[in-house]
């Protein structure tokens, strides 16, 4: 073995078997000053060029955890419905439902303006890895470490930032191997120009979502505003007039929550093991109360909508996903890559001296998580407290704490880089509904008292009483529905917090020292290891392979590319679009009953409707959550659909990218301007998209 | 009126009436940078020179809240067996009893080292009220003031620490009229060298208390060491050979800790109506159960005696202070006194644009005081949580989250100046017995629900459980018993506070945010506005009347002087001083029993001891409590006598002095010497006080 050319066959022989090269498939969701240029030149003949990417970038539009892209130099805005609905839902009231009735702005005079939304588009990136990592002294703990790290990176946020209405944001890529600082423009005064009906966005229901074939209209259309007037720009994503046609490539900006392909098996298994259980049993657990909710009455359906989709949309996600992690076959997979990468540092004694400690390091501190998980989950990430008020309450109190530390020494969400977004949130008008704000805290407590009945903390809130008591007292007794008292809170900094009366206020700072308590016990002993270790990997990684491999998601803009594309489903032929035909077929077969019923609307223009007009469809393009409303372009950057979904197979990608079966699922370009033009009667929404005004 | 001559007499008529002229008294604790020269030199002929003020000084000693003084070149200190007696029980034990047996060190290796002790000499006097007034911008708040002040006090504080064993501490005079800055140097190794039994220290016991003729032999004596050496110094008092005569003059260097003669009648009817009464409900509620805890048996007495003889005295001076408010007399003395200054004030519009409305802003602050008393009290006071475990607990929350802070910024104990004292403290190998602190708990918590039910954190810490239940928990619970595990608490700073189990901290925590508001509501409301306006009226007082009045007492170095003289009460004249004799007789009639029991060695060796000796004696010169453990000196600087009590009549005089019957009470220099030779064979520490070693 210690012929130089054996080793370096051995080695070419392990990187196959380690490393999956991208180049065999459509793996990737590629940072954008690193595109996959020559996957894309080779595999689909297409040239990537810096004015392509750069102009897709300032077309894309962050949502904060979903994506969006604008599609008229006016400042229009596409997304998802299901992403537009916490808009949608506060706009609404028990006598407006907008959810129900579908909304159309017919003149700009008559856009409504949505409390509290931010929306930001990336204006640069610059590698900052040297600066960041340049701050570990060697020798250091990885606590010192990180400490040292947060100080850099506070200082690079807080100087990005610069003039008001920009936000600069470190962002950490391949767990602490690379830090890139984006900066974003902000806007703020957002307005409601289109939703269609609940009902065909979600047709379907939760019972299809994360399926195909689908029919769903899921789109929603905003327009930012600047100084009052709309925002009007160049980078606007134009309209595709010939749509797709199956092997067509295509090309998706968005941004990606977060992927879990290069964590370590002792990461996969607490996922598997901890987390998850716990986060499907929570979810469970809400899902039935809102549906018993729900069931009172017309109004409380209503109001439980606002959470009850995103629950069972999280709760069927984490069920994928943790249906990767139980199928023995990729967990296998997972382990053998894992042991060849390790083999091949442990080759090298200056690798094994510098990564090979990495991956049992970092087992050890998902055992330590593992043992804190619960109090923190019920404390620190508040599943103890799940109530707007609650969350309000913590962010007042927080920032009355943090606000007159040093930027660098606060929580991280509370820099000053943060703040205007943050006070934003706090003093948004979006309703807030007691009796329900009581069912979920009064379930959340009754979870508490089971899972941590002996915490001092637990047995001070309950005191003996029930639960739904106890809840039914701190909804009744907050005065933090009155924005007038939020802002008042917010303006007196810590006095006026330690003198509040307010119930929700005195929770909030009673379960405060505990709290962080369990967050920094997290961030020392599992978060700074499992960083320090992360970017061993990925220093081993980069030496062994390049930067290859694109980075796990992290929620911000990434590029990925796929075919549109049908799959075999069980032996059966699953086409790559559907159309309104369809749509009418499915509501129909289901005698147009929930979750397949049409809004009437549907069925008194079907006549106008060209059924042949397809409604969705689906490629290879990778994809996760966080990657709705992303836009999905041709070869020559022109609009051909809005994702909104991927199949029930594509959830397991999170961990293991494959595209035999798994698929990302768009509305269609050309059944979107179909139904705004003979459904919606939206000829100047349309002409205006398609660039005829 | 307009005529300016008439107007002047008016004047000079008015300040006739106003200003008690301290010419023709005894009255004044005056600072020792402005001793009364002319009228020493007027009234007894005494000169003052600035050799006997810096000697007098450096011989002086604080004992954080009492006095104490050098009387030997070997760093041999005196105070009070009241004063130490803190020291002697934290060196007792259940078998050996210090209070009991008395204790007696024949050679230094025998001397024993008290846990926590620190003393202070005053080595320096700076006045800085122009820097600390200068920090004040015009027209700002009384609390931004407020803040703008403690800025520059904090610095000027912390450059005065300098080096290691060295103190800064900026005094507020005359309610803000006055500030200065001391420096003192510490001394942390303190011996305990001698004391008496108990029984005849504190002879007459609470029944005494307060009272004259006494015959109690209430001294201690410790030694300074530094380095492992005794301290050595020219800085003692040389023991006076000849005693005392009655009309001899007298002056007092000591620590007086508060008086109210400046106070006006907003501040005066607030401690009449809201404070005193609250203090005086609180006490005898503690000394009953603590009487019901010491009957138990001989143990739990002498554990309880640790914090008996502090309440029975502290209730008495509050009786004693009280009667003086209750005195319709000395009230209207006072308003006489008040309007008097008002309407000299009043005369001049520039003056009473500047000082004018200073009482009624006062008054208007004591009636939001009173509003807010009571959880202050009870919370940021502690009186709901009485136990030195929630001390130390408060301490420790406290310590860690101040010390981040800049220091100007911290709660004023917290400050780089006095974190070595609080350290010391903290980390004491003092005694603490639990049986005894779940009583005290239990009671203040019992308390806390009769008095406050309504509060959240009051029903969240009882829980609708039994207070003595909680105090038990609470006390069973607690680690703080174990010094290392406060050391590892205040090491690991708030991570460590946060991460605590210790229900203890989690309690301190608890209380915390509510505490700090109530003190914020405290200071801003109250205090800021007290020392604006204090300093308003002193600023008037120095415009009509110069310095001439020396400031209320505040706990530190002032002088005092007066004549030793006897006095009549109720007809019956009171002799200046008391005997051997008259002990020997005032326990033979009461049967030798409890308060009037001797030590068995009194009665052994009394055929040895010259009963003509004194053994106490009184004197006009100004006390307070804090004066305790004062050395009294005679023309040539000589001791002879330490001043350990004040007659009952001397309690009102906290807001206006007499010296017709008020006196204050004096261990007579030759009644030590007697006892120390004759009873406790102690002659090698009587050679060393008089100097014959």
Redo the contacts between chains.
């Keep these: 073995m210690n012929d130089p050319k054996i080793r370096r066959f051995v080695l070419a022989a392990l990187l196959a078997v380690v490393l999956v090269l991208p180049a065999s498939s459509d793996e990737g969701m590629w940072l954008f000053n690193k595109p996959p240029k020559d996957i894309l030149q080779k595999k689909y003949g297409f040239t990537v060029t810096p004015e392509f990417m750069d102009h897709l970038r300032l077309a894309s539009i962050s949502f904060g955890g979903a994506s969006g892209s604008f599609v008229s130099p006016e400042g229009l805005v596409l997304t998802n419905h299901h992403v537009g609905r916490g808009a949608v839902q506060n706009l609404s009231t028990k006598d407006r439902d907008l959810m129900k009735t579908g909304f159309y702005a017919r003149t700009q005079a008559e856009e409504l303006k949505v409390p509290g939304m931010e929306l930001r588009v990336l204006i640069g990136i610059a590698d900052v890895t040297d600066k960041v990592l340049g701050a570990e002294k060697p020798g250091t703990t990885p606590v010192e470490a990180a400490d040292a790290r947060q100080k850099v990176i506070a200082a690079l946020e807080n100087e990005a930032a610069g003039t008001a209405g920009m936000r600069g944001t470190v962002v950490t890529l391949y767990s602490g191997g690379m830090y890139h600082l984006y900066t974003y423009k902000l806007y703020d005064d957002v307005r409601l120009v289109f939703a269609p009906e609940y009902l065909v966005a979600f047709f379907g229901g939760d019972q299809d979502n994360f399926t195909y074939p689908r029919y769903d209209l899921d789109i929603t259309l905003f327009r930012i505003y600047e100084n009052g007037r709309p925002f009007k720009s160049d980078n606007y994503i134009k309209w595709s007039t010939t749509g797709v046609r199956e092997g067509d490539l295509v090309l998706c900006s968005g941004h990606p929550g977060s992927t879990g392909r290069l964590l370590t098996m002792g990461q996969l298994e607490f996922l598997r093991d901890t987390s998850y259980p716990f986060n499907i049993a929570n979810l469970k657990r809400r899902q039935a109360y809102m549906h018993a909710y729900a069931a009172q009455g017309e109004e409380q359906s209503r109001i439980a909508m606002r959470n009850l989709f995103g629950i069972e949309n999280s709760l069927k996600a984490t069920i994928g996903y943790q249906s990767g992690l139980l199928d023995e076959k990729l967990l296998a997979k997972k382990l053998r890559e894992e042991q060849s990468l390790r083999a091949q540092v442990a080759k090298s004694t200056d690798l094994e001296k510098a990564y090979g400690p990495a991956w049992d390091e970092i087992a050890a501190a998902e055992k330590a998580y593992a043992s804190f998980f619960k109090p923190l989950a019920f404390f620190e990430r508040a599943n103890g407290f799940y109530t707007t008020y609650f969350t309000m309450a913590r962010t007042i109190v927080r920032m009355a704490m943090e606000k ?1 530390k040093p930027n660098a ?1 606060r929580l991280r969400e509370f820099r000053d880089a943060s703040l205007p977004s943050v006070e934003r949130g706090l003093l948004s008008p979006a309703p807030i509904y007691d009796d329900f704000e009581v069912v979920k805290l009064g379930d959340s407590l009754a979870q508490l008292q089971e899972e941590l009945p002996d915490m ?2 637990v ?7 029930s639960p739904q008591d106890v809840a039914r007292d701190l909804i009744a007794g907050t005065k933090l529905k009155d924005i007038d008292a939020r802002k008042k809170l917010l303006d007196g900094g ?2 006026a ?4 009366q307010d ?1 929700m206020i ?1 929770l909030a ?2 379960v405060d ?2 709290s ?3 967050r ?2 997290y961030e ?1 002993q599992v978060d700074a290891v499992e960083t320090r270790n992360g970017t061993r990997i990925a220093q081993a990684m980069f030496k062994l392979e390049g930067t290859s491999i694109p980075p796990d998601a992290t929620g911000t803009l990434r590029l990925s590319f796929g075919a549109v594309k049908g799959y075999v489903e069980n032996g059966r032929k699953v086409a790559f679009q559907t159309t309104f035909a369809g749509l009418y077929d499915k509501s129909a077969k289901a005698g147009n009953k929930d979750p397949y019923e049409l809004p009437a609307r549907f069925i008194t223009k079907k006549p106008a409707v060209n059924l042949a007009t397809p409604v969705d469809f689906v490629s290879t393009a990778d994809s996760i959550g966080g990657n709705s409303g992303s836009p999905l372009v041709n070869r020559k950057g022109e609009f051909v659909g809005v994702l909104f979904d991927g199949n029930i197979q594509s959830l397991p990608t999170r961990f293991v990218y494959e595209d035999t079966i798994s698929r990302s699922v768009m509305v269609h370009g050309q059944g979107i301007i179909e139904a705004l033009l003979k459904i919606y009667d939206a000829k100047p929404l349309v002409d205006e998209i398609l660039g005829r005004k």
């Design positions: 007159p020494d001092m903390e047995r001070w809130i309950l005191g003996g009483r810590l006095t917090v330690y003198q509040s119930p005195k700072l009673l020292p505990v962080r308590g369990l920094a016990r020392d």
